[in-house]
């Protein structure tokens, strides 16, 4: 008999059924009756003191109902505890092109649009930044007066001896790499539908990936109490961190419907959604590293600007990732870390996909590459002389408790045929590997506390349905599924039998969100506990009827059953009425939360908290190229990824996973760039940020390597993030091997490739090598 | 203001009349007046597929399209692709391949696939690649969505040996 | 987004449509299939009191050979219907190509190919919403008094971006305007006149109403080679259209080469073909021509790569090209082509 009847089936995503019939409703599909248009007017100016605003003009029309400026919600609100410095609309300054100045609620988005054009706003235009090594040398003009030299934070760590172990390695190398900002490009523009309700409470329907901050900022900026305020997440349209944080439009949708004491829905453009923005930024990576004649990671120093726009939004979590897991995939026994979080005028950036990890993580494989290659080691030997020891603690005291990396890199060798073409491909075609990895969520939560990061509710009443209560955000990457399967495994129920209720603040318990790959270890955790609870109490009931100890019982295809007399066997339904008689209350009830532990939380250094989570997955990747020397352009032809997620609790979803962020990381490492001109973003649309179309995507191939992590529920650990990193390095090591030229900033695009061929001609001609030589 | 016109749609095999300003999107219409929002807004530009309908067969993108100027076509939506209650071979093994994430261009692609299966049934990998390089989906890296077109091609007839040999991990 | 503009006008006729045209002037705007004039529209680049959708005049449907033996594509004919065409593919190959490359396949079934020869120019200054074209305030082609490719200068350097043009260029094409004083002709080289804002020599009563392919035209064999960062979706960065005629020893007959993206129109290297025609293919030779399309083409900071890229590809593209067709024609390997 299998070990597991629902866990590691690809079942069918739950709401598989109402996205392929276009029936789902995300918020932008939602509608009430009388409903207003919401727009906001945004900042033309970089930075700018705001002297007056005249809405009069706007407010005569007709179909205006109400109109809002900074003055209306005064109070400051951010994501993280320490960088409360964002406010609706701007109150006093406007900090980049784009800065919410002002907001109309009318009946229609023409006039809503023409209300906008009628708003009089008096700036006194002031120096701007926009380049972050300019900007920390800033003597005056900062962003925000509490951040002198415009750094929002910046962190100095030290772990062992980086000096005396650089002084002992025999290869050292030393870069610049920098990284170009990206952004998230969910395919669902952000919208926020807010809804008055007569008694004065508010409930926002909101594009979100998470909820519970988001019915708390609105409390505070909207001065109501947390009671009086229910978020309600639809199916959204793809997260990747960019709904990972309140977003003005969702804060602005409910004052003006508070205003207004009407429902007001706003739709961002794309254009809007590229400048509320919180996507990986703008980050130079001084980068050091020291191996030994052997190839062992001795030391790794590394200075890190990120330029991170006008807001602190996660930029110390992600200048603190960039840190924290820069040296923890491998066993490096010193390392030191300088990180700069810097201010500039421009969109704010945030988390995306692999936070932090993801430009440093470029960094450092494309010099371990090179680094392989001083040594005269094969850059995946190289690798493997460095795995950690697992279960271990790394050097800046991060836990590491299941470490499927050497069977990642055995995998994606073997598959990809790596020793087979290693060095042997002809000029113009090449072969690059690269690892990665990423946290199981944060070990600690954005806001300090001993509460549980998440908590399941699971009630089974006399109809014998099955119905789970979680506060976790489905974005697409199977959250709802995954709870689904893991009460179904745990009860012997069919998926059909269960229903999910999720990520509604007024009717579901709260989990912290869907960001840092958190869910399916917190919550599926959780749901593991709450359906285990349950089957206690089912158990309990059935052990009394058949006289048998609980613990001989199991729960299987919709039956109880005794492992012991095979006569003793209840259908789920008939065993629900016993329970439910045996229990006095009524219908069942059970909880499960989860709380990461004590020993998962990391060190005491500053900094220690973000970095620490109770499971890390892993992966390796290798990517197969050709270059066309003349024009600079890559194919790539093949990417084979392997992911460690401890266990894969649905393969298909898993596989999706990957494969999704291989392909982020493709258009990463290819040809994405937000382009700045003076603080403008020169494309702000899907026709200028060039997201990878089928055509540019290449056959991406996923290989799941399972760990099995002791704490992760039936050993599962993250799947949605981790492969990303890789991919960049892969391909720009792949370019290598083709073409023997490295490009040490993204993206790697033709034209930096061919001028760096051309160089290299020009350095090969001038001692008389041979054109083509590698 | 823009005063309103009479116009009369067929959509999804249904006639509609409607009183809508003259300039008006389809997409609108179609999301606004006739509540039917599974083709979705999603780029401004024209140039991501997410909001694709079927005009008389063709594929086109329904957010450059002014309603008013498609009275004499046949209007099919996702949300009419199927029968009521009822899903297309290609709907159904979307679920079983993982073609959905987000699921936010999932409509659009829908009638780009079933575009293309209209017209060629046994497409190759490179045809089905082809028709779809005007939608946009961020999360798949469309390797899950190639999968579910040809689980569908091998579910609804006599496939050609190479689409079978193509499908991993999914039960056929 | 909203979009400025008024009331629709359905003409069904040619006729019905340049009354329409004439009567409201400038105020008047042609949709057909929408995918430039929307997305401008809604960047409210353009605030037309009156649309005017020609879509129903069926009399622009279409392609055919005519009694002149001439090739006839209809403005409204799609450029999916001409890209899958057997006939264009296998008698004007260049077209067939640079047609496909337009956009992806949704964008195709809806734009049409006499939108193709009438695009609106593009330039990252300009193709923006009004939001930040306010922020920035404007530039020469809308709203502002600078032009920021070239500051200082009175001209706009908006890149004629169209596909098609440069590849019905290489074969002589003229095309059909149809205005209240009836039908004219005229070479479609004269259509374009070199300038980002006054784009193309129509009158704002005149209706482009069909391509014409001369016969000698037929046959040629052609290449179109586009730059793009994306394989699907992207306009061109630069772009040449090549169509060549050879006698069975390999010497060059006729030769056009045009040009686009890289300028305010798609332009022909009238030069390039007076030396190609009774030569052989040479390297010299294509390094020649080559050099020819750089010293036409003079692209800008118009778009997100580089001039310099730009025009190093445009080179290249011309020679490879040139290689292709030649290549294509000749029997005989081209030992020359190797390196």
């Known amino acids: 008999m299998a070990r597991f009847s629902v866990i590691g089936k690809s079942l069918a995503m739950v709401d598989s059924s109402s996205k392929v019939t276009g029936l789902g409703r995300y918020t932008n599909d939602l509608s009430v009756p009388g409903m207003l248009v919401g727009k906001i007017l945004h900042s033309p100016h970089a930075h700018a003191r705001i002297r007056s605003i005249d809405t009069s003009r706007a407010e005569a029309l007709p179909e205006v109902k109400f109109v809002v400026t900074g003055k209306d919600a005064p109070n400051p609100f951010g994501i993280l505890p320490i960088g409360h410095d964002e406010r609706a609309l701007a109150l006093d300054k406007v900090r980049f092109i784009g800065d919410n100045v002002a907001a109309v609620a009318a009946t229609t988005e023409e006039a809503a649009e023409r209300a906008l054009d009628l708003i009089h706003v008096d700036y006194e235009i002031l120096p701007a930044w926009f380049d972050p090594v300019e900007s920390m040398q800033s003597a005056s003009n900062w962003l925000h007066a509490d951040r002198p030299y415009n750094i929002e934070k910046e962190y100095h760590h030290v772990f062992g001896d980086p000096d005396q172990a650089f002084r002992q390695s025999t290869f050292v190398r030393e870069e610049t790499y920098r990284a170009a900002e990206v952004n998230h490009a969910a395919m669902e523009p952000n919208a926020t539908l807010a809804i008055y309700e007569p008694d004065g409470r508010v409930t926002v329907h909101s594009s979100t990936q998470v909820p519970y901050y988001l019915q708390r900022t609105i409390a505070e900026v909207c001065e109501l109490p947390m009671s009086q305020v229910r978020v309600v997440k639809p199916l959204v349209g793809g997260g990747f961190g960019a709904k990972s944080e309140p977003i003005s439009l969702e804060i602005i949708a409910p004052l003006l419907a508070i205003k207004a004491k009407r429902p007001v829905k706003i739709l961002f453009t794309r254009e809007e959604v590229f400048l509320a923005h919180r996507g990986r930024p703008i980050t130079i990576v001084e980068l050091k590293v020291g191996i030994t004649k052997e190839g062992k990671l001795n030391a790794v120093a590394a200075r890190v600007i990120q330029d991170g726009g006008a807001f602190c939004g996660y930029g110390p979590v992600t200048v603190l990732y960039s840190g924290a897991l820069l040296g923890a995939i491998y066993d490096i026994p010193n390392v030191r870390y300088d990180g700069f979080r810097v201010l500039t005028n421009k969109p704010a950036c945030g988390a995306m996909r692999g936070h932090g990890t993801v430009n440093v993580r470029f960094a450092f494989e494309s010099m371990l590459d090179a680094l392989a290659r001083d040594a005269g080691i094969d850059p995946v030997e190289l690798r493997r002389r460095n795995m950690l020891a697992a279960p271990c603690t790394t050097v800046n005291g991060l836990r590491v408790t299941s470490y499927g990396l050497p069977e990642c890199i055995e995998k994606v060798t073997a598959q990809s045929g790596w020793s087979e073409k290693k060095g042997k491909l002809p000029f113009g075609r090449g072969i690059g590997m690269a690892c990665s990895h990423y946290v199981s969520g944060a070990a600690n939560p954005i806001i300090r506390s001993n509460m549980p990061h998440t908590t399941v509710n699971i009630k089974i009443d006399r109809d014998a349905a099955v119905t789970i209560y979680s506060g976790a955000s489905e974005i697409g990457q199977g959250s709802d599924t995954m709870h689904v399967q893991i009460a179904a495994e745990v009860l012997g129920v069919s998926p059909a039998r269960i229903r999910l209720v999720a990520a509604d603040t007024e009717l579901t318990p709260v989990d912290l969100g869907s960001y840092s790959s958190r869910v399916t270890f917190m919550a599926g955790n959780a749901c593991l506990a709450a359906a285990t609870n349950m089957r206690h109490q089912i158990f309990a009931a059935v052990a009394l009827t058949f006289g048998c100890d609980p613990a001989r019982l199991e729960a299987r295809d919709d039956f109880i059953f005794s492992q012991d007399d095979s006569r003793a066997r209840l259908s789920f339904d008939q065993a629900i009425v016993l329970a439910i008689t045996a229990n006095h209350h009524g219908g069942l009830v059970a909880q499960g939360s989860y709380t990461p532990p004590e020993e998962a939380r990391g060190g005491k250094h500053k900094g220690a908290g973000v970095g620490p989570s109770p499971s890390y997955s892993y992966s390796a990747q290798v990517a197969e190229v050709s270059v066309d020397t003349e024009t600079g352009q890559v194919l790539v032809e093949r990417i084979v990824a392997a992911h460690d997620c401890g266990r894969a609790l649905n393969p298909v979803t898993v596989d999706g996973q990957i494969i999704g962020s291989v392909y982020m990381g493709l258009g990463q490492a290819m040809q994405e760039e937000m382009i700045w001109n003076h603080g403008r973003l020169m494309n702000p649309s899907f026709l200028e940020y060039r997201i990878p179309s089928t055509l540019e995507t290449p056959p991406i191939e996923s290989i799941i390597v399972e760990s099995e992590d002791p704490e992760g529920p039936f050993g599962a650990k993250e799947a949605g993030e981790g492969s990303l990193a890789a991919t960049i390095p892969a391909v720009a090591n792949a370019i290598f091997d083709a073409v023997g030229v490295r490009i040490t900033t993204l993206p790697l695009s033709a034209e930096k490739i061919l001028a760096a061929i051309r160089e290299q001609e020009k350095i090969e001609r001038g001692v008389g090598q041979k054109s083509g030589a590698r | ?172 | 987004m909203s979009m400025s503009a008024g009331s629709v006008a359905r003409p069904k006729t040619v006729e019905e449509a340049v009354r329409i045209l004439a009567g409201h002037g400038p105020d008047a705007m042609v949709i057909a299939g929408g995918t430039d004039v929307v997305p401008n529209l809604q960047m409210k680049l353009f605030s037309p009191g009156l649309l005017v959708d020609i879509k129903r005049i069926a009399s622009l449907r279409g392609m055919h050979v005519n009694a002149a033996g001439e090739l006839r594509i209809g403005a409204l004919t799609t450029l999916t219907e001409v890209a899958n065409s057997p006939l264009v593919r296998q008698n004007y190959s260049v077209v067939a190509q640079a047609v496909a490359t337009v956009a992806g396949p949704l964008q195709r079934n809806m734009g049409t190919i006499g939108g193709n020869l009438c695009l609106e120019t593009r330039c990252r200054w300009y193709n923006q919403s009004a939001f930040w074209r306010k922020s920035l305030g404007g530039c020469l082609k809308k709203d502002g008094p600078i032009c920021h490719v070239a500051p200082g200068g009175k001209r706009c350097w908006a890149a004629w971006s169209g596909d098609s043009a440069p590849a019905f260029l290489t074969l002589g094409a003229e095309i059909e305007l149809s205005g209240p004083q009836g039908v004219r002709r005229i070479p479609l080289q004269s259509f374009y006149r070199n300038d980002g804002i006054d784009r193309i020599a129509l009158g704002r009563d005149e209706l482009l109403t069909a391509i014409l392919v001369p016969p000698g035209s037929a046959g040629r064999h052609g290449a179109y080679h586009k730059l793009r960062i994306r394989n699907s979706i992207d306009y061109p960065l630069a772009g040449v259209a090549i169509a060549l005629e050879m006698d069975a020893n390999g010497i060059c007959r006729d030769a056009r080469i045009a040009i686009t993206a890289v300028n305010p129109a798609p332009l022909l290297l009238s030069q390039a073909s007076e030396w190609l025609v009774g030569k052989k293919y040479s390297h010299e030779l294509a390094e020649r021509v080559a050099h020819a399309a750089i010293q036409t083409g003079k692209p800008l900071t118009t778009s997100a790569s580089t001039p310099v890229y730009r025009r190093d590809m445009l080179r290249l593209f011309t020679r490879r090209a040139l290689e292709q067709v030649w290549k294509a024609r000749t029997n005989s390997p081209l030992n020359s082509l190797a390196d």
């Open chain 2, 1 to 172: 203001m823009n005063s309103k016109e009479f116009i009369q749609l067929q959509v999804n095999g249904e006639t509609r009349d409607l009183a809508v300003p003259p300039a008006k999107l389809l997409l609108d219409v179609l999301r606004e007046d006739l509540g039917l929002t599974g083709a979705k807004r999603a780029c401004d530009d024209s140039s991501c597929g997410a909001c694709a309908v079927l005009v008389d067969g063709v594929p086109i993108l329904s957010c450059v399209a002014i309603a008013s100027c498609y009275q004499d076509s046949e209007i099919l939506t996702v949300e009419g692709i199927a029968p009521p209650g009822e899903l297309t071979p290609v709907q159904e093994s979307y679920a079983a391949a993982g073609g959905s994430q987000c699921g936010f261009c999932t409509p659009g692609f829908m009638i780009s696939i079933k575009a293309l299966l209209d017209r060629n049934p046994h497409p190759t990998d490179e045809e089905i690649r082809m028709a779809l390089s005007s939608n946009f989906c961020r999360c798949t890296g469309y390797m899950q969505i190639y999968e579910s077109v040809r689980l569908a091609i091998v579910r609804s007839s006599c496939p050609p040996a190479s689409a079978v040999a193509t499908l991993s991990r999914v039960e056929r």
